[in-house]
């Protein structure tokens, strides 16, 4: 089965400190890449960082970083210096082939709460 | 250059109207996919289109639902006789080629509510 799970529906975290999303996902494919999503109440889906599952190194992106698992297949999402513009939904999803094209497979969201 | 256009943003609907919802890739991109998100959950994949042919619609409802994108004009996705469990934000996305790893560019997404 292809499946992401996101484990926490929402968190929080003080302005300026770092919180980590975690994310987890299966999958039989040796071709997938992995992505995180950011959802504001302005409904965007706007791409925050994606990661190639056969690169080792960590795709980074300013102050949001990833930790790639592959062995355990987990995804978590670093976001360091938070600020009140990061809060939003966030969704962790796999791009894998799938009927001769590529699929997107989304978590279930993980809601952000910045906290002045 | 505009991103992918959605149109209408929000669409009521009493059950048992049709609802379509459209969709402009971006320009030069001739794949478009749907995707549905239901409340409180992510998205999920519907259909994918290029010009004048469905090439995937394992994700569709088998009754009801519909998608075209013809060779001039918007996608369009209609949903006949719309239930009270079609309330959902109805994403579009597109690419310039099949296969693209590097993700897909989504639009604004349309928020149907049945009334």
């Known amino acids: 089965a292809q499946t992401v799970t996101q484990s926490q529906p929402e968190m929080s975290v003080q302005e300026a400190e770092t919180v980590t999303l975690s994310c987890t996902y299966d999958?039989?494919?040796?071709?997938?890449?992995l992505f995180w999503y950011k959802q504001p109440p302005s409904r965007q889906m706007i791409l925050v960082i994606r990661q190639e599952a056969y690169k080792q190194q960590n795709a980074t992106e300013n102050r949001f970083s990833v930790n790639f698992q592959k062995a355990a297949k987990s995804f978590s999402l670093k976001i360091s210096d938070s600020q009140l513009g990061d809060a939003a939904m966030y969704f962790c999803?796999?791009?894998?082939?799938?009927?001769?094209?590529?699929?997107?497979?989304f978590g279930t969201g993980t809601r952000l709460k910045v906290l002045a | 250059n505009a991103g992918v256009m959605q149109n209408p943003r929000h669409l009521v609907r009493r059950r048992g109207q049709e609802a379509r919802l459209r969709c402009s890739p971006m320009k030069g991109h001739s794949h478009v996919y749907w995707y549905r998100q239901l409340p409180e959950e992510g998205l999920k994949f519907m259909v994918y289109?290029?010009?004048?042919?469905?090439?995937?619609e394992s994700g569709m409802p088998k009754e009801r639902f519909s998608a075209e994108f013809p060779k001039e004009g918007p996608s369009i996705l209609r949903i006949q006789q719309v239930v009270r469990g079609d309330s959902a934000a109805y994403f579009c996305a597109s690419s310039p080629r099949t296969g693209t790893n590097y993700g897909y560019t989504f639009g604004s997404g349309t928020r149907l509510t049945v009334v």
């Open positions: 999958t039989s494919e040796s071709d997938y890449y």
């Open positions: 999803a796999s791009l894998i082939p799938l009927s001769g094209t590529y699929k997107y497979i």
């Open positions: 289109l290029q010009k004048e042919n469905i090439i995937d």
